[in-house]
C-alpha cells in the first residue's frame, strides 16, 4: 500500500535577485515522521519551510503538504499544517489563557475556552494562564507559541529553530512536547542547528547545504557515511550539558550543595567509575 507523503519535495528552487539560496531541494517525509532539516545560518532553512507553509512562492519545482500543492493549492496546505516560526508570535499584552482563546476563536472552532484549558494542562501552562505573557520566561513563550500552533489539530507541523535560546530545561520540554505529538500521529519537521536535538527527536535528518539536501537518512544510515570508526580507549567524560542538569536539575529542593572538598577529605577516586 502506498500512501501519500507527508511531505513532498522535488527540485525546489528560490533566489534573491543572484543570491541563489535554493538551488534544487529534494525531500520526502513520510506521515508520523519526525523529520530535522539541518543547516548552518543562511543555509536556506527558514525559506524551506516558508514555501512549504505558503508564505512565500518557489521560483521552481513543486512542493506538496498533505497531498496539495503548494502553489496551486495554498488553501488546502493552511488547513492541513501549523507553523512556529523562528521567534515567538505570542502577544505580550495578552495573557497566556487570552492568546490561547483568542487563535482559537479565529479558527472558528466551538469552545475555545475549553481548548485553551485543555492545551494550558498539556503545555503546564495552568498556573501561569492568568498572567501577561510579557511576564514569561523564554521556556514558557515557546510552549505557550507550539500549544498555539497547536489549534486545531493540524496533521503537520513546522517547527523552525524550537529551542533556540532555550536553557536545557526548557529544551527538554520542548522535545518531550514533539515526541508526544509525533506519538500522536503528528508529521513534525522541525529545523535546528543543534545536532544533539537532531539525534534526541528525529527519525531522519536531511542536510541542507549548498542548497541542496546533501544527506537524508536515519542516524544510522548517516553515521554509515563515515569511514568505520576506529575503537579507541577514551575516558568518558560528562557533557556541559549533563553536568549542568546534574547541579540544577530535577530538584525542586536542592540539598545543600557539598563544598569542594579539601585535598584530604577528597574521595580516592583512582579505580572509581565515572
Ligand atoms: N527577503 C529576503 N531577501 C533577500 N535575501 C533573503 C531574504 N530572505 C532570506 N534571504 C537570504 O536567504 C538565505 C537563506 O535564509 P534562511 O532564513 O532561509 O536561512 P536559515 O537556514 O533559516 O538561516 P538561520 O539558521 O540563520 O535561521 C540567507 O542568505 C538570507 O540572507
Ligand atoms: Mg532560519
Known amino acids: 500500500m502506498t ?5 513532498e519535495i522535488t527540485g525546489l528552487t528560490k533566489s534573491y535577485g543572484d543570491h541563489v539560496v535554493l538551488a534544487g531541494v529534494d525531500l520526502t517525509v513520510p506521515v508520523g515522521a519526525v523529520v530535522a532539516l539541518l543547516g548552518s545560518n543562511g543555509a536556506g532553512k527558514t525559506t524551506v519551510v516558508r514555501i512549504l507553509a505558503t508564505l512565500l512562492r518557489a521560483d521552481g519545482g513543486t512542493a506538496a503538504v498533505h497531498g496539495h500543492d503548494v502553489a496551486s493549492r495554498p488553501q488546502e496546505v493552511r488547513e492541513s499544517i501549523s507553523l512556529t516560526g523562528q521567534f515567538a508570535a505570542v502577544d505580550e499584552v495578552l495573557t497566556g489563557r487570552e492568546n490561547l482563546v483568542l487563535v482559537a476563536t479565529l479558527r472558528h472552532l466551538p469552545d475555545p475556552r475549553g481548548i485553551a484549558e485543555d492545551l494550558l494542562a498539556r503545555f503546564a501552562l495552568t498556573e501561569a494562564a492568568g498572567r501577561r505573557v510579557a511576564t514569561y520566561s523564554g521556556g514558557m513563550r515557546r510552549r505557550l507559541d507550539i500549544a498555539m500552533s497547536l489549534i486545531g489539530d493540524p496533521p503537520v507541523l513546522f517547527l523552525d529553530e524550537p529551542t533556540t535560546g532555550l536553557d536545557p530545561q526548557s529544551r527538554i520540554e520542548v522535545w518531550r512536547t514533539v515526541r508526544e505529538l509525533a506519538d500522536g500521529g503528528t508529521t513534525v519537521l522541525l529545523t535546528t542547528q543543534y545536532l544533539d536535538e537532531a539525534e ?22 548517516l553515521e554509515r557515511l563515515l569511514p568505520p570508526a576506529t575503537v579507541e580507549y577514551v575516558e568518558k567524560r560528562p557533557t556541559l550539558e549533563e553536568i549542568f542538569l546534574a547541579i540544577v536539575g530535577d530538584r525542586p529542593d536542592r540539598p545543600d550543595r557539598p563544598d569542594r572538598p579539601s585535598q584530604t577529605d577528597r574521595p580516592d577516586r583512582a579505580g572509581g567509575a565515572r
Request: hydrophobic share 45%.
Open 3 to 7: 500512501t501519500t507523503p507527508a511531505i
Open 200 to 221: 534526541q527527536l528525529a527519525d531522519r535528518i536531511a542536510i541542507l547545504h549548498g542548497g541542496r539536501i546533501i544527506a537524508d537518512g536515519t542516524l544510522d544510515e
